[in-house]
């Protein structure tokens, strides 16, 4: 069985995140980092491997973005992957939701996955929705949000939630599984896979390499336009007590309720 | 023409409330473009005339209707293809959800289409639909417009309000679909089902709620009794992190995949105030947050914010409140 694991490059965390008005893209400038939600992509892969009902032949982590991204690929390779590939092409820049899964989808679709995983959400673009737009082009069944994977006779057996409990689906592979954070804990990369991760093979392609179309690419071959970027309706600023003093801190929120009447 | 093409998601014979809530946006939307609103449902028996045509009430003038796998995306995906292909609708239009987020996306890829997730708000512009949707941790508001035939806009959950009108009553039309091969390759083995105990929120004047900030599952002792502190109609909720961690019961879960409330206060133990959970509690009356994290975004929404340890505040405050009771 092959695996390939969807990655993508965020800001840090800790860097507060904005509109370049000259462009209306993300400032992806700034501290990044492998999109936390990734991380629990690459240990459930690492987890089937290991788990032995099925054997992995390969782990290949995939990603698309600028120079930098590659970095992404470093982690996810520490983490497990035995190798990667970088989508990088100036074409590319500018891809909605829908170009960006048409683009990831083709170079998927030259490595003929058995599986592919990605994290639930990208840190930075809040969307849920690449694994569906990929597994759609690749002609897969596609599942977002699992919190539990067994493999069964050859498939997966996939728990969720869903709008009315749990659900518990059996998906036959090939597909394309989005994993929620409670799945698992990701591991620590040891220092050792940390140093490595670089001596293993990373191999850059260009649009042109896997036969993506560029008319369906960058932000010509989008289907949605964004912009008028503008602040929400305006909400007062709520009141924010530090807790220096708990006794304090205690009082002024029992006042709070109190004055509006709770207690 | 430019119709918009909605879809019902449907449970043990009801139909679900954001989808009802998309069926209305669309209705009203399509009427200010010169189109008509329609449905597709997808399901077994349980899809009756009766409760198809029942759809008109909240707008929908055609409700397509074909048999195959219930809770699943990719049967959907084919369906909604294939009515588009022979009807050329302009839009589609999802309430929001786990499903519709999955059909909308799934759609894109299949009719090489626009599409824009999360949106609060849609508008009529010159003849065309624009949607709205918060970014950057709602910081910010985006606006999407469509090129090409097709508009894919799903909600984000809550965000269209149900509207019923009299006496309105939908054409109901059956659809024969081949199913792709690859959404036979999924089954439901189990749907709907709940873990834990049955508990209700949703009538609470209080909720007194945990996240994963509390550490550990014994941290809901803490919660229950400040719970028990405040009295009355109080009850506990809890995260869709804590819940999948297995801390708390499903029936407590506040968010997208969980309830909605709007109690007159909401208390948010140790809680980051993802997106997915402040669509389930935005509309609560008060809001206060505790939160050792002085960056939680559940900051930017609360009424009262208290940046500090949850282990020291929560058992004080439960004392001092019963205390203010007691005397």
Known sequence: MKICVLVKEVPDAAVEKRIDPSTGRMDRSGEKNLNPYDTHAIEAAMQIREGGAVQVDEIVALTMGPESAMRALHKAVSLGADRSIHLTDPALAGSDVAATGYALSKALASEQPDLVLLGQQSDDGECYTIGAVVADHLQMPSLTQVIKMDVEDGALRCERQAEYGYDTVQVRLPAVISVGDAINEPRYPSLKAIMGARKKPLEQVAAGDVGIDPGLVGADGSRVQCGDFHDPPAKAPGQVIEDEDTSETVDKIVAWLEERKLI | ?327
């Open chain 2, 1 to 327: 023409m430019a119709d918009v093409l909605t879809y019902v998601l449907h449970f043990q014979g009801a139909f679900n409330k954001n989808s009802l809530g998309a069926v209305s946006e669309g209705a009203a939307r399509a009427q200010e473009i010169g189109g008509q609103c329609h449905a597709v449902v997808v399901g077994g028996e349980d899809l009756s005339d009766e409760l198809c045509s029942s759809l008109g009430a909240y707008g929908a003038t055609r409700v397509f209707r074909a048999a195959g796998l219930e809770g699943l995306a990719q049967p959907v995906i084919d369906v909604m293809a294939k009515v588009i292909d022979d009807h050329g609708h302009s839009y589609a239009l999802f309430g929001g959800g786990l499903l519709g987020f999955e059909i909308g996306a799934g759609l894109a890829a299949r009719k090489q289409a626009g599409v824009t997730m999360e949106v609060t708000q849609v508008r009529a512009e010159n003849g065309k639909l624009v949607a709205e949707r918060p970014i950057l941790q709602d910081s910010k508001v985006s606006v999407s417009r469509y090129r090409g035939d097709l508009g894919i806009i799903i909600g984000r959950i809550n965000a269209f309000e149900t509207v019923t009108r009299d006496g309105g009553s939908a054409e109901v039309v059956d659809v024969d679909v081949d199913y792709s091969p690859w959404s036979n390759q999924a089954t439901m083995v189990a749907r709907g089902e709940q873990r834990g105990a049955d508990v209700d929120i949703e009538g609470a004047d209080i909720l007194v709620a945990g996240g994963r900030g509390l550490g550990k599952p014994e941290g809901f002792e803490l919660v229950e009794q400040l719970a028990a502190a405040f009295g009355g109609n109080t009850a506990v909720a809890a995260t869709r992190a804590v819940v999948d961690a297995g801390w708390y019961p499903y029936a407590a879960q506040i968010g997208q995949t969980g309830k909605t409330v709007s109690p007159k206060l909401y208390l948010a133990a140790g809680i980051s105030g993802a997106i997915q959970h402040k669509v389930g509690m935005q509309s609560s009356e008060n809001i206060i947050a505790i939160n050792k994290d002085a960056n939680a975004p559940i900051f930017e929404f609360s009424d009262l914010g208290v940046v500090g340890d949850l282990n020291k505040i929560l058992p004080r405050l439960a004392d001092a409140i019963k205390a203010k009771k007691g005397g």
